[in-house]
């Protein structure tokens, strides 16, 4: 995987502890931030800043997307001359390691793994895990992977329009991730751990993701000061600027006695926790965010998205009344002044179907 959000790191995590537990003893799994391992540290570099510029800066995304569309199947000939020592120091990497099985959450580190087994003459299966739970667009579309484990229909049809052959997809469940998983504390012991009153008031979480940017920050903000009744929850992530601002702003309106209550937090013991407490969930579309949300029952109000995969995951909300997208302050303060009548997903999250996929790839091919 690449540690650029948690939408990579947490499956590529949860798939090595159902292997190790399925399996324990027998092998060596590691997950690795792949770049970073392999020494290729400009690549390591570049794509992290452009992680962090991707909500500032959302235009780049989007035209690299919309690029990599246009030129498929030469996507990774156009994409190879940015990060050039990836292919080569990620290729000697593998040829060292010499993998029995390589899982990849990530299209890129699937990309480099496909060109060392080409380059080194290596037979370790490509397993792919398309995280992104709407999309299956060209940087995914590895011709050479030996399968591809997806979590929707919509993914599924969107390899197989990139020319990837169907026998090769397995549809599976989304991996649950620790967040996902139920509270040991009462919603009472919750309430009295955050901080919050029993009331009628709604009770709204703030995440964007671990960098702590986007404006579903300035909208929280901006209704608390406006005195709109409800709890906002804001987890800033890494953003400490963010963190220490809100709670000044704390300090200084607590004395007005505002309807509404803003507690800031910056990284969380137990996400799961957040989202059981809340009745809906305020950030930009991300897979992470979008599928913990739904795991919990809970409404995805989006304020922004960055690339076209995070706008298949506001399609797939609308269209199935699961959510809502306010890129406005007018609409987001419109939509919790009259909320919608959200319907409750209801789909399954586990490794099982992953790991019955892998068993299955195995019994054919021998791999593991």
Avoid at 85 to 98: I, M, N, P
Avoid at 139 to 158: G, K, M, N, P, T
Wanted: glycine residues 6%.
């Amino acid at each position: 995987m690449i540690e650029v959000g948690y939408g990579h790191k947490g499956p590529a995590l949860v798939i090595k502890d159902a292997l190790d537990g399925a399996f324990p003893g027998k092998h060596h799994i590691e997950v690795i931030d792949f770049p970073r391992a392999a020494g290729a540290l400009r690549t390591d570099a570049s794509i992290k800043a452009a992680w962090n510029a991707a909500l500032q800066q959302p235009w780049m995304v989007r035209a690299s997307y919309a690029l990599m569309e246009s030129v498929y199947p030469h996507s990774g000939s156009v994409l190879y001359p940015f990060i050039a020592d990836f292919y080569s120091q990620g290729s000697r990497y593998l040829a060292t390691a010499k993998p029995d099985l390589f899982i990849s959450t990530h299209p890129m580190c699937s990309m480099v793994a496909a060109a060392a087994r080409h380059r080194y003459g290596l037979k370790f299966p490509i397993i792919i895990d398309v995280v992104d739970p709407f999309d299956g667009y060209s940087l995914w579309a590895e011709q050479s992977a030996d399968l591809f484990l997806v979590h929707s229909q919509q993914s599924r049809d969107l390899l197989i329009k990139h020319h990837i052959d169907e026998r090769n997809i397995k549809l599976v469940p989304y991996p649950r991730l620790p967040a996902m998983q139920a509270p040991e504390k009462s919603p009472e012991e919750l309430r009295q751990k955050y901080g919050l009153e029993k009331s009628d008031k709604p009770l709204l979480l703030v995440t964007s993701g671990a960098q702590g940017l986007g404006r579903a920050y300035s909208f929280a903000r901006r209704a608390y000061l406006e005195g709109f009744p409800a709890d906002f929850m804001v987890v800033t992530g890494k953003n400490k600027r963010l963190y220490d601002d809100l709670c000044q702003l704390v300090q200084k309106t607590t004395p007005q006695g505002l309807p509404g209550t803003l507690i800031p937090l910056s990284f969380v013991s137990s996400m799961a926790e957040l989202y059981s407490l809340c009745d809906m969930v305020i950030g930009k579309a991300g897979a992470s965010t979008c599928m913990e949300s739904l795991a919990h029952r809970k409404p995805l109000i989006c304020t922004e998205w960055a690339g076209q995969n995070d706008y298949k995951i506001i399609e797939f909300l609308l269209q199935n009344r699961l959510g809502s997208f306010t890129p406005r302050y007018r609409d987001f303060i419109g939509l919790l002044t009259n909320p919608p009548i959200y319907e409750k997903y209801d789909a399954e999250f586990s490794t099982h179907g992953i790991l019955e996929a892998l068993r299955s790839y195995h019994a054919v091919s021998g791999s593991m």
